[in-house]
């Protein structure tokens, strides 16, 4: 077959570059196709590299809250970052090390990472982080992980949860569950989502970019929302946060994770600038 084809146009593309055909005589069709994805090249995704925050160009810059260096229990070995400790009661809980990564702020970004919890375990992602504070906690969104199964079973929640007029306060809340964005917005679907057992290795992924968030959780996403929004401002009011003022107050930060009494451990920790 042949295909002759008489093209006087002007070919646009995404990168603004252009390409003039007048006339192109072709043996066949095919070849056409085959050659036109070449006028493409250097028109590719404008978002960021991926950033492997454990590699040896960045693993220097883990440090805690506040800090200057990784607090004690913390290490950073065999690819992982990961935190050894005795585990600790909720009701007897006062506060961790929580760290970040210190080496730069996101604002729009893709967040991927492995972790596992002990039974019992508690932790978090925290996004946005600015310093200067107690802790990430109150200021910074709060990507949760937990025991989902057994941490009722082995924590006194109640003195917790009566405070925000729990109806069952000696059980985890919707809104405390792994995936839910941290006394905010809890899992979309919770029979859709999977969790693999504690001891074992889940994915998660948080994305924010302009006028959306979501989580996701082993491939599920679990939810979004629109920071800032009415319903935003609905839930923060009548939450947790109602008189926490800084809370969700900045757009760009660091990223970290939470000690909640428990050992933890991270590894392929990476993340994406978005525009």
Same mark, same amino acid.
């Given at each position: 077959?042949? !295909?002759?084809? #008489?093209?006087?146009?002007?070919?646009?593309?995404? !990168?603004?570059?252009?390409?003039?055909?007048?006339?192109?005589?072709?043996?066949? !069709?095919?070849?056409?196709?085959?050659?036109? =994805?070449?006028?493409?090249?250097? !028109?590719?995704?404008?978002?960021?590299?991926?950033?492997?925050?454990?590699?040896?160009?960045?693993?220097?810059?883990?440090?805690?809250?506040?800090?200057?260096?990784?607090?004690?229990?913390?290490?950073?070995?065999?690819?992982?970052?990961?935190?050894?400790?005795?585990?600790? $009661?909720?009701?007897?809980?006062?506060?961790?090390?929580?760290?970040?990564?210190?080496?730069?702020?996101?604002?729009?970004?893709?967040?991927?990472?492995?972790?596992?919890?002990?039974?019992?375990?508690?932790?978090?992602?925290?996004?946005?982080?600015?310093?200067?504070? #107690?802790?990430?906690?109150?200021?910074?969104?709060?990507?949760?992980?937990?025991?989902?199964?057994?941490?009722?079973?082995?924590?006194?929640?109640?003195?917790?949860?009566?405070?925000?007029?729990?109806?069952?306060?000696?059980?985890?809340?919707?809104?405390?569950?792994?995936?839910?964005?941290?006394?905010?917005?809890?899992?979309?679907?919770?029979?859709?989502?999977?969790?693999?057992?504690?001891?074992?290795?889940?994915?998660?992924?948080?994305?924010?970019?302009?006028?959306?968030?979501? @989580?996701?959780?082993?491939?599920?996403?679990?939810?979004?929302?629109? =920071?800032?929004?009415?319903?935003? $401002?609905?839930?923060?009011?009548?939450?947790?946060?109602?008189?926490?003022? #800084?809370?969700?107050?900045?757009?760009?930060?660091?990223?970290?994770?939470?000690? @909640?009494?428990?050992?933890?451990?991270?590894?392929?920790?990476?993340?994406?600038?978005?525009?």
């Amino acid at each position: 077959m042949v !295909c002759k084809i #008489n093209l006087g146009v002007i070919i646009s593309y995404p !990168c603004d570059r252009t390409i003039k055909i007048k006339v192109l005589e072709l043996k066949t !069709c095919f070849y056409f196709f085959f050659i036109l =994805p070449f006028f493409f090249t250097g !028109c590719g995704d404008e978002n960021g590299d991926w950033i492997n925050l454990l590699d040896g160009e960045h693993q220097a810059e883990w440090r805690g809250y506040n800090g200057e260096t990784l607090p004690p229990g913390w290490t950073i070995s065999d690819d992982m970052l990961w935190y050894d400790t005795d585990l600790k $009661l909720e009701q007897d809980y006062t506060g961790g090390r929580d760290v970040i990564y210190g080496g730069e702020e996101f604002e729009y970004f893709e967040f991927s990472v492995e972790w596992k919890i002990p039974e019992g375990g508690n932790s978090g992602i925290f996004y946005h982080i600015q310093e200067g504070f #107690n802790s990430p906690s109150g200021t910074s969104p709060e990507y949760q992980l937990i025991d989902d199964e057994k941490y009722a079973d082995i924590h006194d929640l109640v003195g917790y949860n009566l405070q925000f007029g729990a109806e069952h306060p000696e059980l985890l809340q919707d809104w405390q569950l792994t995936g839910a964005d941290y006394a905010m917005h809890p899992v979309e679907d919770p029979s859709a989502k999977v969790l693999h057992p504690t001891g074992e290795w889940n994915h998660s992924k948080i994305v924010v970019k302009p006028g959306q968030t979501e @989580h996701w959780l082993n491939g599920k996403k679990l939810l979004s929302f629109e =920071p800032g929004s009415e319903d935003w $401002l609905e839930r923060k009011a009548a939450g947790k946060w109602s008189n926490a003022e #800084n809370y969700g107050k900045f757009r760009s930060g660091y990223i970290g994770f939470q000690d @909640h009494g428990s050992s933890l451990w991270f590894r392929n920790i990476k993340i994406r600038p978005l525009k």
